[in-house]
């Protein structure tokens, strides 16, 4: 039924977004694990859903806009996002893929060869293809920075509009650092098996310690590596077949369930919502913390138990061309999907308010989510056929010659840093005539320039053999 299909299909069906997706549905490999692209779609949507749900701004009875948050308005609703923060099921696909692709650049090298470059090559083309998506959208928020305080818009508030726009990049930063590490982490799986990933459960637990009692904020951050990495282990797991046993992934789900529930509900030693509370005393994502990482624990012993069911239910080529056509445009939703919010805000805003005026949480407000959620797509749409091609815009690392380590490190290190600040401080200035900070902006352009491809890097090299 397939092959006719794929026969008799209109040049207009094969042109279309999903007649594409179709061939590409059909050219992937029988033994491609399906139920690993699924996950990387259904854990960006869910993050995406989550954000539009609890940003709840609104007008008070003074006139003036609020920027309400939900999981501080209702309490209740905190417990909503261990169903929505499933950041960690990235990592755990970001540590299958990586173990894959880095196995296969491992097989691929020849007597002779030194391992040390086919790794600058393997990953400079790593950081390409998660970093291509996000050179539009800085742009556009630093165009716009710069035309709004040129307007007089108060800068606080442009701050806050560019904050909220891009604070999805800090999540890239952190994943490039983990992707960084693939060749040692992959080892020490290799070699330790889940003691490498204990150990690191083991540190993310003193870490929290040490900062529970002594307050030591800097230290922190460390769980930044402890917590992701130790995700992205179990990815590895996944992959060699340690969880082969559904009855381990069952008892897995429910003993880091069961501990997750021990230390937030009954011990109360970290906070229930997994992301970040206005006012709250802590928080459970920046930086991450024991109680994440159980609830990444908890996930994985879940999307594991549900593979075999998942797999089966893939193979009907709708829902697999489904689950291409969505990867082929996830990162582009993931990084604009904030921008559409903003947008829709903006525009009711200056339509008098209308929306706006219904509280966070009341009945109204409920009923009317659907409504806010459809112009958040249609305004999203857009943005995903003029941007989603740059997910698929990857050329040649400098024509193909390896790339200097050193200009790796340094590359690497100005993109994550760039990427960190955007999400940490804004791209928006407080001072200075632009309302810009130009160098947080030019960071991730310059490191990947150093990299070997990126606007700056096409630029310079336009008409050179």
Same mark, same amino acid.
């Given at each position: 039924?397939?092959?006719q299909?794929?026969?008799?299909?209109?040049?207009?069906?094969?042109?279309?977004?999903?007649?594409?997706?179709?061939?590409?549905?059909?050219?992937?490999?029988?033994?491609?694990?399906?139920?690993?692209?699924?996950?990387?779609?259904?854990?960006?949507?869910?993050?995406?859903?989550?954000?539009?749900?609890?940003?709840?701004?609104?007008?008070?009875?003074?006139?003036?806009?609020?920027?309400?948050h939900?999981?501080?308005?209702?309490?209740?609703?905190?417990?909503?996002?261990?169903?929505?923060?499933?950041?960690?099921?990235?990592?755990?696909?970001?540590?299958?893929?990586?173990?894959?692709?880095?196995?296969?650049?491992?097989?691929?090298?020849?007597?002779?060869?030194?391992?040390?470059?086919?790794?600058?090559?393997?990953?400079?083309?790593?950081?390409?293809?998660?970093?291509?998506?996000?050179?539009?959208?800085l742009?556009?928020?630093?165009?716009?920075?710069?035309?709004?305080?040129q307007?007089?818009?108060?800068?606080?508030?442009?701050?806050?509009?560019?904050?909220?726009?891009?604070?999805p990049?800090?999540?890239?930063?952190?994943?490039?650092?983990?992707?960084?590490?693939?060749?040692?982490?992959?080892?020490?799986?290799?070699?330790?098996?889940?003691?490498?990933?204990f150990?690191?459960?083991?540190?993310?637990?003193?870490?929290?310690?040490?900062?529970?009692?002594?307050?030591?904020?800097?230290?922190?951050?460390?769980?930044?590596?402890?917590?992701?990495?130790?995700?992205?282990?179990?990815?590895?797991?996944?992959?060699?077949?340690?969880?082969?046993?559904?009855?381990?992934?069952? *008892?897995?789900?429910?003993? $880091?369930?069961?501990?997750?529930? &021990? %230390?937030?509900?009954?011990?109360? /030693?970290?906070? =229930? #919502?997994?992301?970040?509370?206005?006012?709250?005393?802590?928080?459970?994502?920046?930086?991450?913390?024991?109680?994440?990482?159980?609830?990444?624990?908890?996930?994985?012993?879940?999307?594991?138990?549900?593979?075999?069911?998942?797999?089966?239910?893939?193979?009907?080529?709708?829902?697999?061309?489904?689950?291409?056509?969505?990867?082929?445009?996830?990162?582009?939703?993931?990084?604009?999907?904030?921008?559409?919010?903003?947008?829709?805000?903006?525009?009711?805003?200056?339509?008098?308010?209308?929306g706006?005026?219904?509280?966070?949480?009341? *009945?109204?407000?409920?009923? $009317?989510?659907?409504?806010?959620? &459809? %112009?958040?797509?249609?305004?999203? /749409?857009?943005? =995903? #056929?003029?941007f989603?091609?740059?997910?698929?815009?990857?050329?040649?690392?400098?024509?193909?010659?390896?790339?200097?380590?050193?200009?790796?490190?340094?590359g690497?290190?100005m993109?994550?840093?760039?990427?960190?600040?955007?999400?940490?401080?804004?791209?928006?200035?407080?001072?200075?005539?632009?309302?810009?900070?130009?160098?947080?902006?030019?960071?991730?352009?310059?490191?990947?320039?150093l990299?070997?491809?990126?606007?700056?890097?096409?630029?310079?090299?336009?008409?050179?053999?």
């Open positions: 039924m397939t092959d299909t794929a026969e008799t299909a209109t040049p207009k069906t094969r042109n279309s977004l999903w007649g594409k997706a179709r061939e590409m549905a059909e050219l992937a490999p029988r033994e491609r694990n399906r139920w690993v692209d699924f996950l990387r779609a259904l854990s960006i949507f869910a993050v995406v859903i989550g954000h539009w749900l609890v940003a709840a701004p609104y007008i008070d009875g003074a006139g003036d806009i609020q920027g309400g939900l999981l501080g308005i209702l309490p209740w609703s905190q417990w909503l996002t261990w169903g929505f923060q499933v950041m960690p099921i990235f990592f755990l696909v970001g540590g299958y893929s990586n173990g894959v692709s880095w196995g296969a650049q491992l097989r691929k090298v020849e007597d002779g060869e030194r391992p040390l470059g086919l790794y600058r090559d393997w990953f400079a083309s790593r950081v390409q293809r998660l970093i291509n998506p996000v050179f539009p959208v742009l556009l928020w630093a165009v716009l920075a710069l035309i709004l305080t307007f007089g818009i108060a800068r606080e508030t442009v701050k806050m509009a560019t904050q909220l726009a891009l604070v990049v800090w999540f890239l930063a952190v994943y490039l650092l983990v992707t960084a590490i693939t060749p040692l982490s992959l080892w020490a799986w290799r070699r330790f098996g889940f003691r490498s990933f150990l690191l459960l083991a540190a993310a637990a003193f870490t929290d310690r040490f900062f529970l009692l002594e307050g030591s904020s800097f230290l922190h951050f460390a769980n930044f590596l402890f917590v992701w990495v130790g995700i992205h282990q179990l990815g590895y797991a996944w992959l060699d077949g340690a969880f082969k046993d559904t009855k381990l992934r069952i *008892a897995w789900f429910i003993a $880091s369930l069961a501990g997750l529930i &021990a %230390l937030t509900a009954i011990l109360d /030693l970290y906070p =229930i #919502a997994m992301i970040g509370v206005p006012g709250a005393e802590m928080t459970n994502s920046m930086p991450p913390t024991l109680a994440l990482l159980l609830l990444g624990m908890a996930q994985t012993g879940l999307v594991l138990a549900l593979e075999p069911m998942g797999r089966r239910w893939l193979e009907n080529i709708n829902f697999w061309t489904a689950t291409v056509l969505m990867n082929g445009m996830i990162m582009t939703v993931y990084l604009w999907h904030l921008t559409a919010f903003v947008l829709v805000m903006v525009a009711a805003w200056m339509a008098g308010g209308i706006l005026d219904m509280f966070p949480g009341t *009945a109204s407000w409920w009923w $009317s989510r659907p409504i806010w959620f &459809a %112009l958040y797509i249609l305004t999203l /749409l857009p943005m =995903i #056929a003029v989603a091609k740059h997910e698929r815009s990857f050329g040649p690392i400098r024509g193909g010659r390896t790339v200097p380590k050193a200009r790796v490190v340094f690497v290190a993109i994550c840093i760039g990427l960190a600040m955007t999400a940490a401080i804004s791209i928006a200035s407080p001072e200075g005539i632009s309302g810009v900070r130009i160098w947080v902006v030019a960071l991730p352009f310059v490191g990947a320039a990299l070997g491809f990126g606007p700056i890097y096409r630029m310079f090299t336009a008409g050179k053999g």
